[in-house]
């Protein structure tokens, strides 16, 4: 089981950068790949972002392309999400994810964070 801790949550204007940091422990960290969702209010759970084992492979949504960066840092067991000209429809608790195996796969989800909460005003 994989134990995962999301920080960098805040409050941020239309236009402004963010970075989440997600912290990972339990298991060998390069081992799988990590993802980014998350879930605004009244709304489902909605896939952001996610990456390879080794900083391969990244996957994002359409609406976050241009304005996001996933990346890892295995020797820091951590993945960090940096969110570039922030709307305010990018308001939404942010959770990490880490699936079971090295390559990402929205199936094989293994763990989940308690989420972050961004929040953009306009």
């Known amino acids: 089981q994989v134990q995962l801790v999301e920080s960098g949550g805040g409050l941020v204007q239309a236009g402004g950068s963010l970075r989440l940091s997600c912290a990972a422990s339990g298991r060998t960290f390069s081992n799988y790949a990590m993802g980014w969702f998350r879930q605004a209010p009244g709304k489902e759970r909605e896939f952001v972002a996610a990456i390879n084992w080794n900083n391969g492979a990244t996957y994002y949504e359409d609406s976050v392309k241009g304005r996001a960066t996933i990346s890892r840092d295995n020797a820091k067991n951590t993945v960090y999400l940096q969110m570039n000209s922030l709307r305010p429809e990018d308001t939404a608790v942010y959770s990490c994810?880490?699936?079971?195996?090295?390559?990402?796969?929205?199936?094989?989800?293994?763990?989940w964070g308690q989420g972050a909460q961004v929040t953009v005003s306009s």
């Open positions: 994810a880490a699936a079971r195996t090295r390559f990402w796969s929205m199936k094989d989800i293994g763990s």
